[in-house]
């Protein structure tokens, strides 16, 4: 399996949050990072949809003690249209890293008018 640190690997992060969850393992910072490679909604969404599929599961025994049911249910909900949730999750990726480099960008700006000010 591919590490949960490369942004193209949706469905390994997907895989390692629910083997942790259906095991009832401590959470550690692969498990973390599952969720914060900017594309964390359709992880969640995708563990959601393991979950209405198979309500026995180990993984539907234990989900809401890992995630929260008010944040990831009407997420899955509102994009219950999604039918590809790895293209989905590259969408949302590239979106936010979009979103951060404009925000460093701006930073960055307001630091050199601020350094022509003092200059």
């Not at 469905?11 to 390692?16: F, H, P, Q």
């Not at 990072?33 to 309500?55: H, I, W």
């Not at 790895?86 to 700006?109: F, H, I, N």
Request: hydrophobic letters at 35%.
């Amino acid at each position: 399996m591919s590490s949960v640190y490369n942004p193209e690997n949706f469905v390994g992060r997907v895989n390692l949050a629910a083997s942790y969850i259906s095991s009832s393992r401590n959470t550690s910072r692969s498990f973390d990072t599952c969720f914060e490679m900017y594309d964390g909604d359709a992880v969640s969404t995708a563990l959601y949809r393991r979950v209405q599929k198979n309500p026995s599961s180990k993984l539907a025994q234990n989900i809401w003690r890992y995630l929260s049911q008010n944040t990831v249910i009407p997420t899955a909900l509102e994009n219950a249209h999604r039918i590809d949730l790895t293209a989905w999750a590259r969408e949302l990726r590239e979106q936010r890293e979009a979103a951060w480099k404009a925000k460093l960008a701006e930073g960055a700006e307001r630091t050199a008018q601020d350094d022509a000010l003092t200059a």
